[in-house]
């Protein structure tokens, strides 16, 4: 498939804002997991469920990772479900010092590693990189001004897993910087359950209105809602800072998994919200259609999950589920023209 620069953006691209690198450091990637996080439960799942749950043992982990990430982005795009995938790095947590912790640390992407394969040869095209920078970090501010020099297309954090308070002052030359420079933030909210919790509450969308106030476009992932049955549930302050701030908008990721799929349908009876919405999957967590029976019916449900496809699995149950066509373009509209030119993102629509 030819990439070609969009010039028109009325033809906007299908871009899933919302998809996870990870690895061991395998090949000179930088990544980490800690082997509490790698062997537990919930990570042996994951493992098992893509067909890697030895990989490690080659050696290769993180290149079999990017492999069937990048297979699956490839078939979404023949499929015309998606036509690019935006990949997270994952900071480290920092203290109130600004110190990197020596503790609660599960998981690390580093920045380079995003720019690294969304720059690869034979990945151009289909990726655009979102870095994560601790705002409490001592060079937080020179991290980020490098990374936008290098094309990063948008921040991410997680604030109640990476011990970071959406607050807190020292984020706020971050918030101009970003706000400046049309950078979006896209910050977990709601509750999470791959990587530890250390402070739950900052799960409430609320806690980002300092950055809303700013000027920064905040993309609050999961858009507030929980996951579980015990976790944190912030849909309605979500859908209230969605309707009172152009600048406030959530994603849709995970949201075909069993805990989630439940507020697709309320979404879409809020007024003004699914127009705020964008599509993101969080792969590599795995998209069902089961648990929308009642929504989709059993015919329905058993053809969807028969697509093999994860990433075009969780458009089509999106779409089945009736989150319409403005959702899968809000990510190209909100990361803007330049960030699609930077990396080639390809306009076959
Ligand atoms: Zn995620």
Request: aromatic fraction near 8%.
């Amino acid at each position: 498939m030819e990439n070609k620069v969009p010039t028109d953006l009325a033809e906007l691209p299908i871009i899933d804002m919302h998809t996870h690198l990870a690895g061991m450091g395998h090949g000179g990637s930088g990544c980490w997991v800690s082997s509490g996080k790698f062997n537990s439960i919930m990570f042996r799942a994951l493992r098992w469920n893509l067909g890697i749950y030895g990989a490690h043992r080659t050696g290769n982990l993180d290149q079999t990772y990017l492999d069937l990430l990048d297979k699956e982005v490839r078939t979404a795009s023949a499929s015309g479900a998606i036509d690019a995938a935006v990949i997270y790095a994952h900071d480290r947590i920092y203290t109130e010092n600004g110190e990197a912790s020596t503790s609660g640390q599960e998981i690390y992407v580093p920045n380079d590693y995003a720019f690294a394969c969304a720059e690869r040869e034979t990945m151009r095209g289909r990726y655009m990189p979102a870095v994560s920078v601790h705002p409490y970090r001592k060079d937080a501010l020179a991290e980020t001004e490098r990374c936008i020099a290098r094309g990063a297309v948008a921040m991410k954090w997680l604030p109640n897993s990476q011990a970071m308070d959406p607050r807190d002052r020292r984020c706020f030359a971050m918030y101009d910087l970003l706000a400046a420079r049309k950078i979006p933030l896209i910050a977990h909210t709601g509750g999470e359950h791959t990587v530890r919790v250390i402070r739950p509450e900052l799960g409430n969308p609320e806690v980002l209105r300092p950055a809303l106030d700013r000027g920064v476009t905040v993309i609050m992932a999961h858009s507030g809602t929980r996951s579980g049955a015990f976790d944190g549930h912030w849909m309605e302050q979500f859908c209230k800072l969605v309707r009172e701030y152009p600048n406030c908008w959530g994603d849709t990721a995970a949201f075909c998994t069993p805990g989630r799929i439940r507020w697709i349908p309320r979404m879409l009876r809020e007024e003004g919200v699914v127009e705020k919405l964008m599509h993101g999957s969080d792969y590599p967590v795995p998209v069902t259609a089961w648990f929308a029976l009642r929504e989709l019916g059993w015919n329905r449900v058993r053809e969807l999950n028969s697509i093999p496809g994860e990433l075009e699995r969780d458009v089509r149950i999106k779409r089945a589920m009736g989150l319409p066509g403005i959702v899968f373009t809000n990510p190209a509209k909100v990361l803007g023209q330049e960030a699609l030119r930077r990396w080639l993102v390809s306009n076959i629509r």
